[in-house]
């Protein structure tokens, strides 16, 4: 009987790395024969059945003797030969229960599904059934075994571990500027890059490895039978290198990069979900230590990790304990004037003490506590500069977490009516980093704040991207140049080239300039020879409380001024 159904393009291949898990997985007695009528993969249930007559290189006709015949015969030799797939009911004798075989063509020979039921299946749902299979544990898009498959051959890996044998390693992978790709290119895009990055994955693999797509940009590799850990980083090693060439969507070149982390079993967890979490905190790891890299759990990380959790819920109740505060820095325009301060938020936690910014500033933003957060800094800061005589600003610094919520422009003028300081006495300081995430919207709330009249200042100018457009898009009342280009400015040519550009630039376009980081008079007389308009550093001023802002104001000029300006005098 012929019947037509899914080409053989729709079966696995037997030659595939997926295979095995489709045969593992199934209870149909199911066999894969090469082109040589030769037995080269098979479910354990067809063992159980014919016992030592399944074996690898058996002949067709060894476990199907009927196939001799030449009824059979001809009917096989047609599928193998690119007919149509076909069920074929074999010969029995008396008192035997009826059996058919499902004959499918595949891309390097033939596959067999036998059924026990009476009058068997149709072709098509016999192929359909195999499809099927696939289907539920395998990623559509990707064709990587799925989340679920992987849940359960990570527990099986675990559970076969004993004695002397190997470990399992788990490599979790995510790949780097995903979103970005995703975000401006489009869904399509997005989905042709995983296809393309799975690809990458499953050409790394060896024997013993196999891949799997976890969730969204997020893949998984189970690593049997291999020594470890030198095998696991090796694969890792492989696969960021893989990733590091740029990959090409509708002719545009796109570079992702890949962050893994690794973990070992049993020595970092006797089971699945335990293996997973170490695995996650070593990728935490690696994105943390730069991205583009591989990290294998110790005990070290979960520490840390534990301490960030500490700091995280500790966050969330410092404002109300009064933990946070403020230091202002003053901005002093040459020779001697200052013109304002920048407000520089503080954590003093009652166990720890003085805590980084860069360290707690990253967690609020991840837990979506800027909006609270920034609001105070925003009324505390704008209090302050009212004690200050009414010519001096104060600046203060967004997180781009807080151009997210849509409210921004609302809180500013909120605030301003609030306390009631003129707004051009107020300037914001954004990074780049702003202006990469929602380019438009971004850039419509900039242009808001500005028509209230408040100051906006470009900070950190020269270590991002540095797009002339932004300066092009939008009136910036400021550049600072961030202290990576000022800390060696009195030796390095290249850095006084630099420099003395982006104040030519920033002038040509009507823009003011302020250097952060002036930590000695050499670097302070060479940015006033070249006209920079305000300088910032502990020369001039360190941060100081609140209260000592007024006592600095009456100082002048201030201390590190006169000093440079007795240096230039002896010169």
């Given at each position: 009987?012929?019947?037509?159904?899914?080409?053989?393009?729709?079966?696995?291949?037997?030659?595939?790395?997926?295979?095995?898990?489709?045969?593992?997985?199934?209870?149909?007695?199911?066999?894969?024969?090469?082109?040589?009528?030769?037995?080269?993969?098979?479910?354990?249930?067809?063992?159980?059945?014919?016992?030592?007559?399944?074996?690898?290189?058996?002949?067709?006709?060894?476990?199907?003797?009927?196939?001799?015949?030449?009824?059979?015969?001809?009917?096989?030799?047609?599928?193998?030969?690119?007919?149509?797939?076909?069920?074929?009911?074999?010969?029995?004798?008396?008192?035997?229960?009826?059996?058919?075989?499902?004959?499918?063509?595949?891309?390097?020979?033939?596959?067999?599904?036998?059924?026990?039921?009476?009058?068997?299946?149709?072709?098509?749902?016999?192929?359909?059934?195999?499809?099927?299979?696939?289907?539920?544990?395998?990623?559509?898009?990707?064709?990587?075994?799925?989340?679920?498959?992987?849940?359960?051959?990570?527990?099986?890996?675990?559970?076969?571990?004993?004695?002397?044998?190997?470990?399992?390693?788990?490599?979790?992978?995510?790949?780097?500027?995903?979103?970005?790709?995703?975000?401006?290119?489009?869904?399509?895009?997005?989905?042709?890059?995983?296809?393309?990055?799975?690809?990458?994955?499953?050409?790394?693999?060896?024997?013993?490895?196999?891949?799997?797509?976890?969730?969204?940009?997020?893949?998984?590799?189970?690593?049997?039978?291999?020594?470890?850990?030198?095998?696991?980083?090796?694969?890792?090693?492989?696969?960021?290198?893989?990733?590091?060439?740029?990959?090409?969507?509708?002719?545009?070149?796109?570079?992702?990069?890949?962050?893994?982390?690794?973990?070992?079993?049993?020595?970092?967890?006797?089971?699945?979900?335990?293996?997973?979490?170490?695995?996650?905190?070593?990728?935490?790891?690696?994105?943390?230590?730069?991205?583009?890299?591989?990290?294998?759990?110790?005990?070290?990380?979960?520490?840390?990790?534990?301490?960030?959790?500490?700091?995280?819920?500790?966050?969330?109740?410092?404002?109300?304990?009064?933990?946070?505060?403020?230091?202002?820095?003053?901005?002093?325009?040459?020779?001697?004037?200052?013109?304002?301060?920048?407000?520089?938020?503080?954590?003093?936690?009652?166990?720890?003490?003085?805590?980084?910014?860069?360290?707690?500033?990253?967690?609020?933003?991840?837990?979506?506590?800027?909006?609270?957060i920034g609001r105070w800094v925003l009324e505390q800061a704008c209090r302050q500069?009212?004690?200050?005589?009414?010519?001096?600003?104060?600046?203060?610094?967004?997180?781009?977490?807080?151009?997210?919520?849509?409210?921004?422009?609302?809180?500013?003028?909120?605030?301003?009516?609030?306390?009631?300081?003129?707004?051009?006495?107020?300037?914001?300081?954004?990074?780049?980093?702003?202006?990469?995430?929602?380019?438009?919207?971004?850039?419509?709330?900039?242009?808001?704040?500005?028509?209230?009249?408040?100051?906006?200042?470009?900070?950190?100018?020269?270590?991002?991207?540095?797009?002339?457009?932004?300066?092009?898009?939008?009136?910036?009342?400021?550049?600072?140049?961030?202290?990576?280009?000022?800390?060696?400015?009195?030796?390095?040519?290249?850095?006084?080239?630099?420099?003395?550009?982006?104040?030519?630039?920033?002038?040509?376009?009507?823009?003011?300039?302020?250097?952060?980081?002036?930590?000695?008079?050499?670097?302070?007389?060479?940015?006033?020879?070249?006209?920079?308009?305000?300088?910032?550093?502990?020369?001039?001023?360190?941060?100081?409380?609140?209260?000592?802002?007024?006592?600095?104001?009456?100082?002048?000029?201030?201390?590190?001024?006169?000093?440079?300006?007795?240096?230039?005098?002896?010169?």
């Open positions: 009987m012929e019947s037509e159904g899914p080409s053989s393009s729709d079966v696995p291949r037997a030659g595939d790395a997926v295979l095995p898990d489709l045969l593992a997985n199934t209870t149909e007695l199911l066999s894969f024969y090469d082109r040589d009528f030769r037995l080269t993969h098979y479910a354990a249930s067809l063992k159980g059945i014919y016992g030592s007559a399944v074996a690898l290189g058996a002949a067709i006709w060894e476990i199907y003797p009927s196939f001799l015949d030449a009824s059979c015969r001809d009917e096989f030799l047609r599928v193998f030969q690119g007919g149509s797939p076909a069920s074929i009911d074999l010969p029995r004798s008396a008192g035997e229960a009826p059996r058919s075989v499902f004959v499918f063509g595949t891309a390097d020979g033939a596959g067999i599904i036998e059924s026990r039921e009476r009058g068997g299946r149709s072709a098509a749902d016999e192929q359909e059934h195999v499809i099927l299979l696939h289907q539920a544990t395998h990623d559509v898009l990707t064709g990587l075994q799925n989340r679920r498959r992987f849940g359960e051959r990570l527990q099986q890996a675990l559970t076969a571990i004993g004695g002397s044998k190997p470990k399992v390693a788990l490599l979790q992978i995510d790949l780097d500027d995903f979103k970005a790709v995703n975000d401006t290119l489009g869904h399509g895009a997005g989905d042709a890059l995983l296809q393309l990055a799975a690809g990458r994955i499953r050409d790394a693999l060896q024997d013993g490895e196999s891949a799997y797509r976890y969730a969204g940009d997020e893949f998984a590799v189970i690593q049997l039978g291999k020594e470890q850990p030198a095998e696991a980083e090796r694969l890792a090693g492989s696969l960021v290198n893989a990733f590091k060439e740029p990959f090409v969507i509708n002719g545009i070149p796109v570079f992702v990069g890949s962050s893994i982390g690794i973990a070992l079993g049993p020595e970092h967890g006797t089971d699945g979900e335990q293996l997973m979490k170490a695995a996650d905190i070593a990728l935490y790891a690696a994105k943390t230590d730069g991205r583009g890299c591989a990290r294998t759990f110790n005990r070290s990380m979960l520490l840390l990790l534990e301490q960030r959790e500490n700091l995280r819920r500790s966050l969330r109740t410092a404002l109300e304990r009064n933990e946070l505060y403020l230091e202002y820095q003053p901005l002093i325009r040459p020779p001697s004037s200052v013109i304002g301060f920048e407000a520089l938020l503080r954590w003093r936690h009652p166990e720890i003490g003085i805590i980084p910014p860069g360290v707690f500033i990253p967690i609020a933003e991840a837990d979506g506590l800027m909006d609270e500069a009212l004690t200050w005589p009414s010519s001096l600003t104060v600046a203060v610094n967004l997180s781009p977490a807080q151009f997210l919520s849509g409210s921004l422009t609302d809180t500013v003028a909120q605030v301003i009516d609030e306390v009631g300081i003129r707004a051009d006495r107020l300037e914001l300081e954004i990074t780049e980093t702003v202006l990469l995430e929602k380019t438009i919207d971004n850039i419509d709330t900039l242009n808001t704040l500005n028509v209230l009249g408040i100051r906006i200042s470009l900070d950190d100018f020269g270590t991002y991207y540095s797009s002339l457009s932004y300066l092009k898009n939008f009136p910036f009342d400021t550049l600072k140049i961030d202290q990576y280009f000022i800390a060696d400015l009195e030796t390095d040519l290249k850095g006084q080239t630099i420099v003395r550009s982006i104040i030519n630039l920033a002038h040509g376009l009507g823009i003011s300039v302020t250097a952060e980081g002036v930590e000695t008079s050499a670097q302070a007389r060479w940015l006033i020879k070249e006209n920079c308009d305000c300088l910032q550093g502990n020369l001039l001023g360190r941060p100081l409380g609140a209260e000592a802002t007024s006592d600095f104001i009456r100082r002048s000029p201030p201390k590190g001024i006169r000093a440079m300006e007795g240096s230039n005098r002896a010169v």
